[in-house]
């Protein structure tokens, strides 16, 4: 039964709901022809993938679980069928350690110690690891285990205790081979199950361990770290289905976990399901356990959606949550908006970003702050004076900031002032990276003056340096026209 006082998963999908009740409308509406702009060379601003970083596994509640302490601790009779006979006069001497245990386990060791010799049962090196164990001696336990599997091969109880050994001390290898070996003797229980699948998990080997944590899971449905650790193993390989459905469990149980609510955002990316990853992590936001990262990716989310007015207010979320953190990303957010067609909300989030973050602005991102300013001033029409401004006070951190000298050539270009345009155009022409496309626009004002003559030199040069379809076009255009003046 649900716990009456935690949220339900129902409530805080509802507390999300508001915001996204535009989702639908927007996500069937065409896109405008300003909203198809590339982010880039890869296309349009697609939905972000899935981050494949999961959290990793904690065994604490593993060795802290009562029933499983019982189940280790309880190992020190016989099971004749499967393990070593012994006599029945070191069965009484088993007998009285056994009673030594609760209250006096240095005595009980060292009775056991003084009565194991090369012939006596493995039972004894067993018990005597086990005490060891209790008493916080892991090594000298292990020790004994192995010595207890050297005289009886087939020792099932052993190898369970050598693989937990190896486990906590973090011997992957050893524990994988100790647990299939218990497991190959029959000795299989969910513990034994769950930690192989974790090795396996540790090693980023998943199939295994997707086996393993089934396994698990199947003999102790109620575990939370055995669903947890298959969730994870099928997430990293891609099963975004069965990691959704095993996260609705989870999340079901436990709905103020922040991590299976981030953990089934991003397997819902990984089923191209972006709005269902917006309302977990609008949940997440909703329960006060959302991050800086979150929100960036509801945002991102958004964005791929058209949604921009949510878009910005995820990003300024974010901002507020962090007022301090690197303007990096925030910055790529903002160039996200702008070429979505969200100009106003990329306005806004720069205002934001100079508000609360300026001091800790670096020379570099501060550049592309001012250059996409600039950009958005120019993308409303042919920019103004503070646009000028801008740019030349990027020039003025970095004179050789090529893309910045052939804004400031468009600016006055577009502005009617066509000598200022070449002036820019000719300084960037010397930046390597920006020769061609430099060389392709000085060219083009030239051809509005009807310069063809200085034109195609221009244009020739830039298509030796970097070869284009349409430029190459541009250059049989400009030819004939000057032939036609001829």
Partial sequence: MTNPTRPSRFVIAALVSLALSAVSAHAAAPLRADQEKDNGPGGVWKAPSPSMQVGTADLRSVWDDPTFQKSFVAGYGVNPDVEPRISSDDMALLELVRQLMPDELPAAEALLRDSIREETSAVFDLTLGGIQYQQERADDALVNYRRAVEKYPNFRRAYRSIGLICVRKAQLDDAINAFNKMIELGGADPYSYGLLGYCHSQKQDYQPAEAAYRNALLLQPTNVEWRLGLTRAVFKQGKFEDAASLLDVLIQTYPEKADFWLLQAHTYLGLKEPQKAAVNLEALDAIGKSSVDSLFTLGDIYVSEALLDLALNAYQRALQKDPAQSSARIIRSTEGLAARGGLDQARSLIGKVKESASASISDNDKRKLLKLEARLSMAGGAGDEETARVLEEVIELDPLDGEALMLLGQY???????????????????????????????????????????????????????????????????????????
């Fill in 412 to 486: 006055h270009n577009r502005g009617g002032r066509p000598d200022q345009a070449i002036l820019y155009y000719e300084r960037a022409a010397r930046i390597d990276s920006f020769a061609a496309n430099a060389k392709v626009k000085m060219a083009q004002v030239y051809v509005g003056q009807g310069r063809f003559g200085e034109a195609l030199p221009l244009l020739r040069d830039a298509q030796s340096l970097r070869p284009r379809e349409d430029v190459a076009r541009y250059i049989e255009q400009v030819e004939r026209a000057s032939k036609g003046r001829k």
